[in-house]
């Protein structure tokens, strides 16, 4: 069966320090992955998703970026974090038509 | 240009009634629907699909229904738990597409005892 894990599952950060957060997927090849932030009042909002290795498509222009170094290995970072960025962060693969989850990281910036 | 809305950002139901979650789209190539339920710090886990070409979908207390021509579909509990309560999203996308499923913002459902 397919496993998703990301890690940490919790992150405080100063305003202005790097981000990375890492997602990984087991059990399935080539997956297509995305990231996700769901912030207070805003419901999921998609940020990156990527159909193959170093294939990356942004969603939303803002401070964070995302890289697939290898086949089930996802990304997302920040150079620089702002307040803003505070959120859940999801990341998910889809199997055909249905989308699974990871158990996200709440990030709090500070 | 929000393609999936869900207008209520919660509803309350009491115990063993009937709980209706609405959904419209405006993108007419949607042809997939799903519903995810979302506790608290977790992620979203999958609830029940339905494909364009059913109107209706049933998988044990819920059931989709999609209502193509007006672009809308809804989702009954029944009859609702106290363990119902969480937050719903609504996505659509293009069957067979491999790129992204787009979600509404949610509603959270608070079933009273």
Redesign the interface.
Known sequence: SQTIHQWPATLVQPVGSPLSLECTVEGTSNP?L?W?R?AA????Q?LF?S?GIGQI?S?VPQNLSASRPQDRQFILSSKKLLLSDSG?Y?C?W?A?????????T?LTVL | DQQVK?NS?SLSVQEGRISILNCDYTNSMFD?F?W?K?YP??????LI?ISSIKDKNEDGRFTVFLNKSAKHLSLHIVPSQPGDSAVY?C?A?E??R?????????TRLHILP
């Open positions: 297509n995305y996700y769901q009042g805003r419901g999921l998609l998703y159909v498509s969603e859940f999801l998910a889809r055909y038509n249905e989308q699974f989850f990871g158990p996200g709440r | 869900q950002p997939y799903l995810y979302k710090a977790e992620g979203p886990t999958f699909s999203f996505a996308s069957e067979n491999d790129d992204k499923i787009i979600f509404g913002k949610g």
